[in-house]
């Protein structure tokens, strides 16, 4: 089996074709000067682990001889993670979709020596198929053309990238054109492309995209335009029922192919999970409503059993495909790891369990899936609530709780023996910004679930992160200032393996200073806040352009971009930029610091013609917004973390949405010294009668202090 240069790489998706008889290059100097040297263009290839199109891709051509015979003798090929390097993902993103209209991964770009793009798409079959041109094709006549016309493809390439660089240039606006009609302008889009029968936005295929149940919930807050709960609501409902949600093991699939949420593509990423629980969990704040704590659960649940690292840190994803039969585990399916034949869940279960089971989650005897045009379910299931337990038990004329008993017990018998199957690939590696989400996530799950494995899971993985990611993270904080000649980089992006590597970008930063700051508003570690701040600063010299706004999502030191991007959509992940004006407005009320409320003006004001032309491209920006045109609100704690007066405020305080707010602890008089620093009023703070208490601010105008958990709750409603 032939070996090439990927075999000495972490990343999963590049060991993945490190036996390709592809002369493959890890992205870097090497590749680039061999290029040069050669004068030969780069075929650039860009995937992840769990891509299905990407195994498509690698086993119909580059596992192929003759397609790599093509591309060793002609080309310089070079294989990137976009979970590692977004960077350059982002910069030939850019360019494919502007050039085709469309983007997704595998993504294919043709370069120049100089790494200037000249022609691109996604996927090719190895030959003329489907209307899309054959691979081989592509490579012979692009080796052709370059042989003959170098020069006139180079001037050509240069144009492109000068107007890429056009475009990606973000022409500020005024801050001060933020204001409610963003907002309502946001909410109207989001109205019309709701589907008011079964959730989400738009048809299928259904993403889920949990910075618009941010925004939307939010507004409900301060508008309390019930439409934009509700339309929340319904989607996080339908979502739970479908097959998009695992029913046996938990966490939520990639997307649905259908309108209903019923056929997944069976992928799990990590980030879908951090999001979508923290959209269960405010919900579950605003209505009571147990299904929602109760979905939140079954995530928490699942990536505590299959996607946590033994130190603590959390993995990226599972794939889609997986093996169809144990004994041939080459041969692959869709879903195969999560889709039940009817003789198989009969197998498995005695009667009447058998019956309810089926009943209850759709179980049709040949198969379920009625549109299968790969014919990858025949005569297989996948599980969804087809029927809630009440109308099972009424079918079966059982009590409702017996149902429910058996029903629990019947689904952890179908999960064992589901987990003696052949698991789907796992991309173990763990990432800064994604892992910042799932704290975040299990951050807050831990206060308003008051589970302390949760709380527990959060404060392990932010350790894990200080200890293997911030290799700098023992000094103090100090205000911006050029970075010393051969410092260290204060955070790093990629952990697999006992090694982390790759400078942090700005999504790193920003999500893991947002997770810091959710974890010390959940937990009160001191630590967290300080290196949320440092971690800020330092975001702010190494990607903020002070000038024009905004924040680049890369450093300015790397010579092989060739352009910089500010990355402006929240799509399956929140842009840095969006995340970071929120974080920079939070640190702006907890520190009384000018720089951090200044620096989320300037990049408020580079999106503001953004915001007004298309405000549903930027949701979570709008998250941020919503916190600008509302009263500023403080909620200032004083007791001992651990006391049972303190933790019944925090119950209290968690058990209830309340956005756009800071939640500070005063536990000891070096705290307090710490903190009335920045906010003076905190230095005549003290419990009541013995008691820990509340001060609630709204508008910088503190209340009188609480210790009831009744009267805090006055306080804070909406």
Not at 59 to 70: H, K, M, W
Not at 286 to 305: K, M
Request: proline content about 6%.
């Amino acid at each position: 089996m032939p070996t090439n240069r990927l075999a000495n790489e972490k990343s999963p998706y590049l060991l993945q074709h490190a036996h390709n008889p592809v002369d493959w290059f890890p992205w870097g100097a090497e590749a680039f000067g061999k290029a040069r040297s050669e004068n030969k263009p780069i075929f650039l290839s860009i995937g992840y682990s769990t891509c299905h199109w990407c195994h498509v891709m690698e086993r119909e051509s580059f596992e192929t001889d003759s397609i790599a015979r093509l591309l060793n003798r002609d080309y310089v090929a070079i294989k990137v993670d976009r979970e590692e390097r977004p960077d350059v993902d982002r910069i030939y993103m850019t360019f494919v979709q502007a050039t085709t209209g469309g983007g997704g991964w595998p993504m294919s770009v043709w370069l120049t020596p100089d790494l200037e793009p000249f022609f691109g798409g996604t996927y090719f079959p190895p030959e003329n198929r489907w209307g899309h041109p054959g691979f081989a094709s592509v490579l012979k006549q692009i080796a052709d053309a370059w042989r003959t016309d170098c020069d006139q493809i180079v001037e050509s390439a240069r144009d492109v990238v000068a107007q890429l660089r056009k475009q990606a240039t973000v022409e500020p606006g005024r801050a001060s054109s933020i204001d409610a009609n963003i907002l309502t302008s946001g909410f109207s889009v989001f109205r019309r492309t709701f589907d008011t029968q079964l959730g989400g936005f738009g048809g299928a295929p259904k993403f889920p995209r949990p910075s618009v149940h941010n925004f939307l919930l939010r507004y409900y807050a301060r508008t309390k335009n019930h439409e934009a709960l509700d339309m929340v609501s319904l989607t996080l409902r339908e979502m739970a029922k479908g097959g998009m949600h695992d029913q046996l093991g938990g966490g939520f699939h990639r997307y649905s192919v259908d309108e209903r949420w019923f056929v997944p593509h069976f992928e799990k990423m990590l980030y879908d999970q951090a999001q979508l629980a923290i959209s269960y969990l405010e919900a579950f704040q605003i209505t009571s409503d147990p299904q929602y704590a109760e979905t939140a659960r079954t995530i928490f649940d699942y990536v505590l059993r299959d996607m946590t690292d033994a130190g603590g840190g959390f993995y990226s994803a599972e794939d889609a495909d997986s093996a169809i039969d144990p004994e041939e585990p080459a041969v692959k399916g869709e879903g195969a790891f999560y889709i039940w034949t009817a003789e198989e869940i009969r197998a498995q279960l005695e009667p009447p369990l058998a019956d309810w089971f089926c009943y209850r989650y759709g179980v049709a005897d040949g198969g379920n899936v009625a549109s299968d045009p790969h014919g990858e379910f025949t005569g297989r299931n996948i599980l969804y609530q087809a029927l809630t337990i009440e109308e099972t038990a009424q079918q079966f004329d059982r009590p409702a709780e017996e149902v429910r008993a058996g029903l629990s017990r019947a689904e952890q018998i179908l999960l064992d023996v589901r987990s003696k199957r052949v698991r789907p690939h796992l991309d173990d590696k763990i990432l800064t910004a994604w892992n910042g989400l799932m704290i975040s996530a299990f951050a807050l799950g831990g206060a308003v679930l008051d589970e302390p494995r949760y709380a527990e899971a959060a404060r392990r993985a932010a350790e894990f992160l200080i200890a293997n990611m911030c290799p700098d993270a023992s000094g103090a904080s100090t205000h911006p200032r050029p970075p010393a000649p051969g410092l260290r980089p204060p955070l790093l992006r990629r952990y697999r393996q006992g090694e982390a590597a790759i400078p942090g970008f700005l999504d790193d930063y920003a999500l893991f200073s947002q997770a810091l700051l959710d974890l010390y508003e959940a937990q009160f570690d001191p630590r967290h806040l300080e290196l949320a701040v440092r971690l800020t600063e330092k975001q702010m010299e190494l990607f903020e352009d002070r000038r024009q706004g905004g924040f680049f999502g890369s450093g300015a030191d790397d010579p092989s971009l060739v352009m910089r991007v500010k990355e402006d959509y929240d799509g399956a992940e929140p842009s840095g930029n969006s995340v970071a004006v929120m974080n920079l407005l939070r640190l702006a009320q907890i520190t009384s610091r000018a720089e951090f409320r200044e620096s989320a003006e300037r990049t408020l004001a580079a999106f503001a013609p953004r915001l007004s032309a298309a405000p549903v491209a930027l949701p979570q920006m709008l998250v941020a917004c919503e916190s600008v045109l509302s009263e500023p609100r403080q909620i200032i704690l004083v007791g001992e973390r651990a006391s049972a007066d303190t933790r019944a405020l925090l119950r209290t305080l968690y058990s209830r949405f309340v956005p756009n707010r800071i939640v500070l602890l005063v536990d000891s008089e070096a705290t307090r010294r710490v903190l009335e620093a920045s906010i003076p009023a905190i230095a005549s703070m003290q419990k009541l009668d013995g008691r820990a208490s509340a001060y609630v601010c709204r508008n910088y105008t503190c209340q009188l202090p609480v210790s009831e958990p009744e009267k805090l709750a006055e306080l804070i409603q909406y």
